[in-house]
């Protein structure tokens, strides 16, 4: 059987049984091999071999992911030997897949004829897991193993699996296509048990083919690309393929689409694809070798940069670049196998510039040297760079000295953040899967994993590295790093996950944001807001989106009528704790938190704080009443029903997947839900789409009955509808009455109406109010409006006991009047606005008469404004008071005497533009509004319409003064 290997597949297999045949191992052995070289004949050669099966003994093979493992299987079981053109070996037991880790354990503890086990790396973790983690029994389960082989060892430098496999104390046997260094740090390495074939090497040997690179004309359109793809394949025979590389998944589709509609058979693949797509050209995972189509063009992201072993492919055409050299490589190596070893002509290579051949020629200078132990994902160099770190140096004050990175206790050496994201888990979630997920999304951000460490069982620490070049530069290197860790803690239902960069992707596929209703309880009431961003839940076309404020304390700002329509998104508060001030930040969207207070970074003050945050939002504790005015967050409703459907999204932001589309025009964003189904038109063209609840991912997904050839320009990786599931860019009115939006359902209702907190708070109760005479009456012998008259309390007590000695006042009644009275000192001006029932019509809550005075007051609050240029009616202000009825009366109720109305104007304008006076504008209402009737009113099931209205009325004037940097104060009974 082994007369059909090539030699470099032979001097493999030596080395590896050479390691086998040892009493005791020293490492893990070693064999690098490019890709296209026969590693896979390597593996089942070496598990068809006499220490295996046909000795009764186990084997255990490993390969990265789930798709890459079921290949793997099929090469071991079937294919190699097709292709190499001899009967399957007795000696080879058989190759089944690992379905589960408890099957795993169950079926190796019970007599069992000889197998090869093939499975995931992730699925070791797992048989680690079912052994409750323990070393030894790891190793007494693996007691009847010759080995473990692990395929592209390079693929997964997470230290969970490593461990695992470790555990087992079989002899290991690593392999590898990957030419970069690793530096042991996963493995201990046999020194003597390693072999390495270079791409030189298989170059010499005809092995593999030397590719041929062609830089486009810079086209980034998907035609004029497509088209240019055609034209070079114009030179390749009919059997030969081609793989087309894309970044990301809109584009994988919009290629696809464009070689389908142009008569090729093409299948484009991504993770996020549905089974199918148009004209079933889509698929969500690469199929087994048995049942691929017979396709000339593969379009992918990432799905077909490793495992796809086909030697028709003969040309790569990059669309969109790779972000590593890695990656190029490995692509690059789907094309130049070479199995027949004959004179062949050249792959071709197709790209907008000339980055892949450099790449490529880089690769080759870096093969062609002596390099050690060429193994794993280390381009950069991070070991180098962490020992050029110094062993000590004084740094901010303290002499410090250099860490171990890699041990499971640095997380004693991190200054921890309080900054977290909230999230619900899974249910029957197991941590240490869960982090080893979160850990390849880590390895995927191009960040490496230095350490997982567990400061206590119920969380992981993992503190990882991430290097880049210096962006500053264009080819040339500098090589920059920065240290990062992120913190998985599970508390019960509670996931908090802090950190220092993105959010991993396992975090927000796999887990929920806590709702803002139990958000809420973070900012309890006492807490004082400082500043705030709404998102309107009002799904009106004309409606304001969204708005911010910010002040001293929101609770003293105006509330507006529409506030009821609007819901939290971020907010910011500070309040005590234990005599501790605290400011907290708490954003609805993604139920961040984050606290700013005096702290020294420890963990035990991280752990603290997620439990302090458990126990907030166990206490289901109302919120501050500066939140309360605003839309109330609800729990999730079991099953919600859409009942009206509106997309949130901005047409601008989309861009067409083809050329020749126009811009995107959205004439119908939504409306009704007909039995779950409701209608967009977009540029023109009614489409019907459906609308569900996803119980397990607790939002809604929009399924539509045709595709939008458009894709995000926030973020190129989404297509139209991608967009709108992943962002949730939907506000959806349900059946039970209850708004969707933000990722929270809100009821429309105003919780605060009656509080004391809220409008409420403007309204000052003088009990003399409730039985004056009407709002002037009669004058006494010496001018003054008696005390049972609105005017004669405004003049002869209010004004008084709040200006000081040295105030003008005006009675500016009459005339086109901007006010009832005007008081004025060097630093505060007052327009009074008088409105009074008589005694006889009495009321106390008198809609008609907030109206009268409510329109007075708004329409002169101009005059309060500053840079205001508009000049009331001044003339007759130095005439005395006098109406048909009452009067005569000086307007000069107090203080200095001015010649002229227009010259008492430029006296009181000269304080109002002076920034540092306090304007304020009064309503002083005898017999038509009482607080504690307004109050109890309110606070019915069922108000009265004329509260309703007084409510929105004196709302409306809080607004109004508010926006204009005017305090409002409302004078009533009590």
Excluded at 180 to 195: C, G, K, M, S, T
């Amino acid at each position: 059987m082994e007369d059909v290997l090539w030699d470099h597949q032979r001097s493999a297999l030596t080395v590896l049984r050479e390691y086998l045949s040892q009493t005791e191992t020293r490492g893990a052995a070693l064999v690098s091999m490019p890709t296209g070289t026969g590693k896979s004949a390597v593996i089942a050669s070496l598990l068809a071999g006499v220490e295996f099966g046909a000795s009764g003994r186990d084997a255990l093979v490993l390969a990265p992911w789930s798709g890459l493992s079921k290949q793997l299987r099929e090469d071991i079981d079937s294919r190699v030997w097709e292709h190499l053109g001899v009967s399957r070996p007795d000696g080879l037991a058989p190759v089944v897949q690992v379905p589960s880790a408890r099957s795993f354990v169950k079926h190796v503890r019970e007599p069992h004829a000889a197998t090869t086990f093939v499975t995931t790396m992730a699925m070791a973790l797992q048989i680690f897991k079912e052994v409750d983690s323990d070393p030894a029994q790891m190793n007494a389960l693996f007691a009847g193993f010759t080995a473990i082989v692990v395929d592209e060892c390079h693929y997964e430098p997470a230290p969970g699996w490593s461990a695992a496999v470790r555990a087992t104390n079989a002899p290991i046997c690593l392999l590898t296509a990957t030419p970069f260094r690793n530096d042991n740090r996963l493995f201990i390495l046999d020194p003597d048990a390693h072999y390495r074939y270079s791409h030189r090497d298989a170059i010499r040997d005809r092995v593999l083919r030397e590719p041929v690179f062609l830089v486009l004309d810079t086209v980034r359109s998907v035609s004029a690309f497509v088209d240019a793809v055609l034209d070079q394949a114009q030179t390749l025979s009919a059997h030969e393929r081609v793989i087309i590389r894309c970044g990301n998944s809109a584009d994988v589709e919009a290629i696809a689409r464009a070689l389908h509609k142009r008569g090729e058979r093409v299948l484009g693949v991504h993770e996020t694809f549905r089974s199918g797509g148009p004209s079933g050209i889509l698929r969500r995972s690469v199929p087994s070798p048995s049942h691929r189509p017979d396709v000339r063009y593969w379009v992918h992201q990432n799905k077909l940069i490793e495992g796809f072993d086909d030697p028709r492919v003969s040309m790569l055409a990059i669309y969109e670049d790779f972000g590593s050299d890695r990656a190029r490589v490995q692509q690059l190596g789907r094309t130049i196998r070479n199995p027949a070893r004959q004179e062949t002509k050249a792959p071709l290579v197709v790209s907008h510039d000339p980055e892949m051949e450099r790449a490529w020629q880089r690769y080759r200078r870096f093969d062609e040297g002596d390099t050690p132990k060429s193994i794993a994902t280390d381009p950069a160099g991070v070991e180098a760079l962490l020992s050029a770190q110094p062993e000590s140096f004084y740094w901010d004050r303290l002499f410090r000295e250099s860490m171990d990175m890699g041990s499971s206790d640095s997380w004693k050496q991190i200054k921890f953040r309080l900054n977290t994201v909230i999230r619900q888990t899974p249910s029957q979630m197991d941590l240490d899967v869960f982090v080893d997920r979160v850990a390849r999304d880590i390895i995927s951000d191009n960040r490496q994993i230095l350490s997982i460490g567990s400061p206590d069982s119920s969380t992981r620490v993992l503190l990882h590295l991430g290097v880049w070049n210096s962006p500053v530069l264009r080819e040339a290197a500098f090589v920059e790093m920065a240290l990062g860790y992120t913190v998985v803690h599970q508390n019960e239902e509670l996931l908090f996950v802090s950190d220092t960069g993105s959010l991993p992707e396992t975090v927000r596929s796999d887990t929920s944001p806590i709702s803002a209703t139990q958000l809420h309880s973070l900012l309890p009431a006492g807490t004082r807001i400082s500043a705030i961003s709404l998102a309107n839940n009002d799904l009106s076309e004309w409606s304001v989106r969204s708005r911010s404020l910010r002040a001293r304390d929101i609770q003293s700002i105006a509330s507006e009528v529409g506030d009821s329509t609007f819901g939290f998104a971020t907010a910011q508060g500070s309040f005590s704790n234990d005599d501790e001030d605290v400011v907290r930040y708490a954003g609805a969207r993604h139920a961040r938190v984050s606290d700013s207070r005096k702290m020294r970074g420890t963990y035990a003050e991280l752990r603290r704080w997620y439990d302090d945050l458990a126990v907030s939002l166990r206490s289901g504790a109302a919120p501050t009443t500066a939140i309360a005015r605003y839309s109330t967050p609800m729990k999730s409703p079991d099953r919600p029903l859409a009942a009206h459907v509106l997309l949130d999204i901005d047409d601008s932001r989309f861009e067409p997947l083809d050329d020749g589309l126009p811009a995107l025009t959205l004439d119908l964003t939504g409306g009704i839900v007909d039995d779950g189904v409701f209608q967009v038109e977009i540029n023109g063209e009614t489409i019907d789409a459906s609308i569900h609840w996803n119980e397990e991912a607790l939002r809604f997904v929009v399924t539509p009955s045709k595709e939008i050839p458009y894709r995000s320009m926030i973020d190129s990786r989404l297509t139209f509808w991608q967009f709108v599931n992943r962002e949730q860019a939907i506000r959806v009115a349900t059946t039970d009455g209850l708004v969707y939006a933000n990722r929270n359902f809100w009821a429309l209702q105003r919780t605060d109406s009656a509080s004391e907190n809220g409008l409420l708070s403007i309204l000052e109760p003088i009990a003399a109010l409730a039985a004056v005479a009407g709002e002037k009456g009669n004058l006494d012998a010496g001018g003054k409006w008696k005390d049972d008259s609105v005017f004669g309390l405004v003049d002869n007590a209010l004004l008084p006991e709040e200006l000081t000695d040295d105030a003008t006042v005006l009675c500016t009644d009459l005339g086109a009047e901007i006010a009832d009275f005007i008081g004025f000192t060097r630093r505060r001006v007052i327009f009074v606005h008088a409105k009074s029932k008589k005694e006889s019509k009495a009321t106390k809550v008198s809609a008609a008469a907030l109206h009268d005075v409510v329109s007075q007051a708004n329409k002169n609050l101009r005059y309060l404004t500053l840079g205001n240029t508009d000049h009331p009616k001044t003339d007759y202000w130095t005439n005395e008071w006098t109406t048909g009825e009452f009067g005569p009366a000086a307007r000069l109720r107090r203080g200095d005497a001015q010649p002229s109305g227009p010259e008492y104007w430029k006296a009181i304008d000269a304080v109002i533009q002076s920034h540092a006076a306090i304007r304020e504008v009064w309503l002083v209402l005898g017999a038509c509004l009482s607080k504690g009737a307004l109050q109890e009113e309110l606070a019915k099931q069922s108000p009265s319409p004329s509260a309703l209205q007084a409510h929105a009325l004196l709302t409306s004037a809080w607004s109004s003064a508010q926006q204009c940097g005017v305090r409002l104060r409302v004078f009533c009974s009590d």
